[in-house]
């Protein structure tokens, strides 16, 4: 709150040497989550000046998800590291559908797991990675690829707070109530560069990778 105003943006950043900076924003003239025409409005205002090239994967949290958004990114070639709900319904092998996280209640806390084959989930066969949290919550997220760093990858996404110094600030760590949507695309690496990014454990503690996760 600003006064007695509600801000509430939705913002797209770039992930460069650790720092995200914001490129992209729209001003919600609401409260609560963005929908999907306001996202592809955004991510647009990206591809007519850079196109999906320079995008090596986009992240997001929960609330970017559906099939309609999911169309677009596959649409439009974008890679992605999408966090699900926990009880988004996703593929077994024999066609039935289960929510999310009962394919990872098994698990020791902060280990990740890859689902073995693609799952349909919105409509589209997806790859799903997932995990338990300490905090006794599941951390499952999509992806377009079956790479083992999907979990590290989203773990390294930045929102953008503003501070009361004007800082930018890691998640959940803005001191004010300017709040933000964020959707990070990380810099396609077009040049050799080190990148250094947030550190796993300052977010989800220490991660343990298992093979493969044999559930049907």
């Known amino acids: 709150m600003l006064g007695g105003f509600a801000i509430n ?3 797209l950043s770039v992930v460069h040497q650790g720092t995200a900076f914001p490129l992209f924003w729209i001003l919600l003239p609401k409260k609560g989550n963005s929908n999907t025409k306001e996202r592809i ?25 559906g099939q309609a958004w999911f169309d677009y990114l596959i649409k439009h070639q ?3 590291r999408l966090r699900i709900k926990k009880n988004m319904m996703i593929s ?24 073995i084959g693609r799952r349909f989930i919105c409509g589209h066969l997806l790859w799903v990675t997932g995990m338990r949290l300490p905090s006794g919550d599941y951390l499952i997220v999509v992806s377009h690829d079956d790479s083992v760093q999907v ?3 989203y773990a390294k996404r930045w929102k953008i707070g503003v501070s009361s ?3 930018m600030n890691p998640v959940g760590e803005s001191p004010t109530e300017v709040r933000s949507s964020s959707l990070v695309a990380w810099e396609a690496p077009w040049r050799e560069i080190k990148t250094v990014k947030p550190s796993d454990t300052m977010l989800f503690g220490s991660i343990r990778q298992t093979p493969g996760c044999n559930v049907q």
Do not use: M
């Open 41 to 65: 409005e955004l991510i647009d205002q990206f591809l007519d000046i850079f196109g999906s090239h320079k995008i090596q994967y986009l992240t997001g949290d929960r609330e970017f998800i």
């Open 165 to 167: 110094k004007g800082h």
């Open 9 to 11: 943006f939705l913002v």
């Open 92 to 115: 077994r092998s024999n066609g039935q559908l289960s929510p999310a996280e009962t394919f990872f209640r098994s698990l020791p806390l902060s280990t990740e797991c890859q689902l």
């Open 151 to 153: 979990i590290n990858d």
């Open 78 to 80: 974008i890679q992605f």
